[in-house]
């Protein structure tokens, strides 16, 4: 099956949404190529940039299933198609 590269920005409004958050991520870490967490005490938030390297529907799944998560935000991004 093919697969797509995508980079999943994830910010995370209550840290104690961080253990499910871990939990999804722990499920799809065969597709994760990497991961950078950057907590902003200032704001109060935790950004996340994820990596992945998966097929068309497991990237929207895991992105759905964050984006569920409460005090969670996701916005996914893809490189462009080739031509």
């Known amino acids: 099956m093919e697969t797509r590269v ?20 722990h499920e799809y870490g065969q597709y994760v190529v990497g ?3 950057v907590p902003y005490k200032d704001k109060d938030i935790n950004v996340i940039s994820l990596i992945v390297d998966a097929p068309q529907d497991v990237i929207s799944a895991l ?7 409460p ?12 031509q």
């Open 6 to 25: 995508a980079l999943i920005g994830i910010i995370v409004g209550n840290r104690q949404e961080s253990a499910k958050l871990n939990e999804i991520l």
């Open 35 to 37: 991961r950078m967490g």
């Open 63 to 69: 992105s759905g299933k964050l984006g569920m998560l």
């Open 71 to 82: 005090d969670v935000s996701t916005k996914t991004i893809y490189p462009p198609m080739p």
